[in-house]
């Protein structure tokens, strides 16, 4: 076991290696550069700027000079922020874009696996057609129409909820975490329903009723554990997919997470702020994927066995 | 459902404290400004941001040799308590306050903005707004590293003294001395930080920054406030009634309103444009609408063809209907432009013309030979819904009135000053707001090969007429000059204005002493709250 996350480690490098190389390449290649601005600097000026970030040396020399300070954990000044590095930037965003995730994650694996708990034991009634049709919908909607329809909902019409910050005000947190766990949610719904369904046609179950076990015990010691599978092995990308796309959620809602920089460093041609954001999303989306592999492998020794981990 | 709900209140408990008083209400009661503005602020190194928020900012932080006057658009004292101006109009003596002092206690001193002015004037810091200083002697040459001695630059102290020597008499010099760009900084703390030349000093820092405004910093958190407090050691304490001001960055304009409506801040900086009517009829007293020193405009390409020919050029002026643009698409009061520099009935007002005359248009265009086969001509602008429309409304003009079509393109912002700067565009929108309250702000950017021209368009009368309006002193005959040179502009078009802005937004009716100016700016220290 080890052995095989310590090989997954080692993928990170040239993953993490072609992502920034890729980036690089990409943010040179747009038009329009970080020192463009509506007042046009003088020729002069520019040229001097170029020199203070490192702009003018030849594209391989910096990247080189890039991947050398960055091993060192030396991520480059901001272009946007002058005086600030990257990492500060994103340490002081980072805390709350893992608890929007959190809260996120939370919401839909509750909403999720109960959904989808109802709907396995119910299936073609109506508790199973209509918790299925609705997780279907949750799915289709992106975050960018669901957040500003909650907000007229909830914010403007009934104006019971606030639409700004997070944790600055009573209430503020409900928005974003349903808007940003929706999607997960009914993604969860369903692949609980689906294992579960699996799961309760297997022989241990039938042992279980014909042992006279109550149907609760049944669903929650036998069945679950295994019905669930599929949602711990989505959790991982899931995560990972919550943290990277909590940029929407942070920008529909004014959140000081590290999603906000991610979005308006594209549009500043902040380029130390983007490559810095762009490895710290591979490298969480790596990480969580393991994590739940490891998790998953634990729960199903057949995963391990057959080298589910690789 | 029961544990959604228990889920939902968990949330609710972890979202801070449940006062049900309105955070406007209470914060009023502390003397405490809660301001909507706009974008994260960039930073707030005077001689390194450009933008209008960290001004809002900076202008609690740090103080000039003088102080904007709202009410007149003049100037108050500041940092210099008085000022002597040469017969000539070139040479300015400041003699400072002794009560003005930095956070730190120690007194600001001639010296101070003698390092300043070197550091903004240093090629290597690369500030973007050092060109505003040019009109010291020998300031553009020493920023363009065509001297290296700062001393030959026309700055220095005698006897306790700020001495300015200026290249020609520059009326407007003490206007110019409120932007932000020539205010001070503490030289140790720049130097301890990082040193005169580097961008990246970390001598704002919270724990660092020393002032010498009428407040100080306090806390800034990235993307969520920055709060500064009253500055005990300010000179100026007696005329200043609050406490402290919180500046909230809010970029998206529905949130600002929905915050505003909500008592969550006394001033939102923007108002979307479908509720301006809304609020003009529900809450007109908290809807502030007032002229502002912005020209919005088309710039023309005239390097290329068919743009290169001034009766093409006034075909497509004369076939726009501006009232119909300001009253069905703007409507927020702006007014029609009949001029490149915004009017002022009380100063300047040029006696220019910019009709909408479809006829003339089509005989105009007809004289210009243009085949409207050809391949059609493209509007650039950065992408807005706002800019989008504007475009939608001209193409269909031109389209009726002179049967000429045109391609309309929304870029990205980056992409658009790109694509202006290289000159790759035939029509682009654009829009410039003036830095101090002159004409200059506005005419100088089209003298030839300035950074800002952009059109190519080169006029040899119009840059002598500024050259030889710099050094008039008498502002009547200066303004003469300058409705001269506006008069050129106007004909040859190579820029189409469109209309003047109006600054539109919130605010809220519990700041008083507000001062609605062309400039939109108003020292924290001249206001109140009830």
Redo the contacts between chains.
């Keep these: 076991m080890i052995q095989l996350i310590l090989k997954r480690l080692f993928t990170y490098i040239p993953v993490l290696l072609v992502v920034v190389i890729i980036t690089f390449l990409m943010i040179h290649a747009a038009p329009g550069g970080p020192f463009d601005a509506e007042r046009v600097a003088s020729p002069e000026i520019i040229e001097k700027l170029n020199e203070a970030y490192n702009l003018d040396k030849p594209i391989h020399v910096q990247i080189y000079n890039y991947l050398f300070n960055a091993i060192q954990g030396d991520f480059g000044p901001s272009f946007k922020y002058p005086g600030r590095t990257v990492t500060e930037l994103i340490m002081s965003g980072l805390p709350t874009t893992i608890e929007l995730a959190i809260y996120s994650i939370l919401f839909a694996i509750f909403l999720g696996v109960i959904s989808g708990l109802v709907a396995s034991l119910n299936p073609g009634k109506t508790l199973d057609i209509v918790p299925m049709s609705i997780s279907l919908l949750g799915i289709c909607i992106p975050s960018i129409i669901l957040g500003p329809a909650l907000v007229l909902i909830f914010g403007i019409w009934y104006e019971v909820l606030p639409v700004y910050g997070w944790g600055d005000n009573p209430g503020d947190k409900i928005l974003p975490t349903i808007t940003l766990g929706t999607a997960y949610a009914a993604i969860f719904a369903r692949l609980t329903r689906g294992g579960m369904l699996e799961i309760l046609g297997q022989d241990y179950i039938r042992t279980a009723r014909a042992k006279g076990l109550s149907e609760i015990r049944i669903v929650i010691v036998h069945a679950l554990r295994g019905g669930i599978i599929p949602v711990i092995s989505f959790l991982g990308p899931a995560i990972a997919g919550l943290l990277a796309g909590s940029f929407v959620v942070e920008t529909i809602f004014q959140i000081n997470g590290v999603g906000r920089f991610y979005v308006q460093a594209a549009f500043n041609r902040d380029y130390t702020m983007i490559l810095g954001t762009s490895i710290l999303f591979t490298f969480m989306t790596l990480t969580f994927v393991l994590i739940s592999d490891i998790v998953a492998s634990f729960l199903n020794p057949t995963l391990r066995d057959s080298g589910g981990l690789e | 459902m029961h ?2 709900i228990i ?2 209140l968990f ?2 408990g ?5 006062d049900q008083k309105s955070k406007v209400d209470l914060y009023s009661e502390q003397g405490i400004l809660l301001l909507g503005n706009g974008t ?1 602020p ?2 707030i ?1 005077p001689h ?1 941001v ?1 933008g209008v928020p960290e001004h809002k900012i900076l202008l609690a932080l740090l103080e000039g040799l003088v102080i904007f006057n709202p009410e007149n658009n003049g100037v108050v004292p500041g940092v210099a308590s008085k000022w002597m101006i040469s017969e000539d109009g070139v040479t300015y003596t400041f003699i400072f306050n002794p009560e003005a002092k930095w956070t730190n206690g120690e007194s600001v001193k001639p010296e101070h903005f003698v390092y300043s002015w070197e550091r903004i004037l240093s ?9 505003m200083l040019y009109v010291i002697k020998n300031a553009e040459s020493f ?3 065509q001297i290296k001695d700062f001393s030959k630059v026309g700055v220095s102290v005698f006897e306790n003294k700020l001495v300015v020597t200026l290249e020609n008499p520059t009326p407007y010099f003490l206007n110019i001395l409120t932007h932000y760009s020539t205010w001070p900084v503490h030289p140790e703390t720049v130097e301890k930080f ?1 040193g005169m030349t580097s ?7 919270v724990n660092n920054f020393i002032g010498n405004g009428p407040f100080k910093l306090d806390s800034w ?4 406030s920055l709060k500064v407090s009253r500055n005990d050691l300010y000179w100026g304490n007696d005329l200043n009634k609050i406490n402290g001001i919180e500046f909230i960055p ?3 304009e529905l ?1 600002q309103d ?2 505003f409506r ?1 008592g ?1 801040i006394h001033l939102a900086n923007t108002v979307p444009t479908e509720k301006i009517i809304r609020y003009r009829e529900e809450r007109p007293k908290e809807l502030v609408e007032h002229n502002y020193f912005g020209t919005y405009y088309y710039r023309i390409n005239t390097n290329k063809f068919p743009l290169n020919d001034v009766n093409f050029r006034k075909a497509l002026s004369l076939s726009i209907d501006r009232d119909l643009i300001v009253k069905s698409i703007l409507k927020g009061n702006q007014k029609v432009s009949y001029s490149f520099t915004p009017p002022d009935e009380n100063s300047y007002n040029p006696n220019t013309k910019l009709e909408f005359n479809p006829v003339k248009a089509k005989l105009l265009f007809k004289e210009s030979g243009y085949d409207i086969n050809n391949q059609p001509l493209e509007v650039l602008y950065n992408t807005s819904e706002g800019h989008q429309k504007i475009a939608q409304a001209i193409q269909e003009m031109w389209k009726k009135h002179l049967g000429l079509n045109v391609i309309l393109t929304n870029v ?8 202006e ?1 290289q000159g790759e565009f035939d029509i682009s929108r654009a ?1 410039w707001i003036g830095d101090y309250p002159d004409p200059f702000t506005f005419l100088d950017m089209m003298v030839t090969d300035r ?2 021209n ?1 059109t190519g368009w080169s006029n040899a009368k119009y840059d002598e007429i500024l050259n030889n309006a710099a050094s008039k002193i008498s502002a009547k005959k200066r303004y003469e000059l300058y409705e001269e040179a506006e008069k050129i502009l106007i004909d040859e078009l190579p820029v189409i204005p469109l209309y003047t802005y109006t600054r539109t937004y919130l605010l809220s009716e519990r700041v008083k002493n507000w001062q609605n100016n062309i400039l939109d700016t108003n020292p924290y220290q001249f206001l109140s709250l009830e």
Aim: net charge positive; aromatic share 12%.
């Design positions: 544990w959604l889920f939902f949330l609710v972890c979202s801070g404290n449940t994260e960039s930073g190194d390194i450009t090629p290597e810091l690369g500030a973007q707004y050092a060109d920023h363009k590293g990082g961008r990246n000093n970390k001598w704002t820092r958190e990235i993307n969520k809010i970029d998206n949130t929905r915050l909500s969550g990205d912002w980056k992409v658009y000053l790109a694509r700067t829009g950074g800002n952009k």
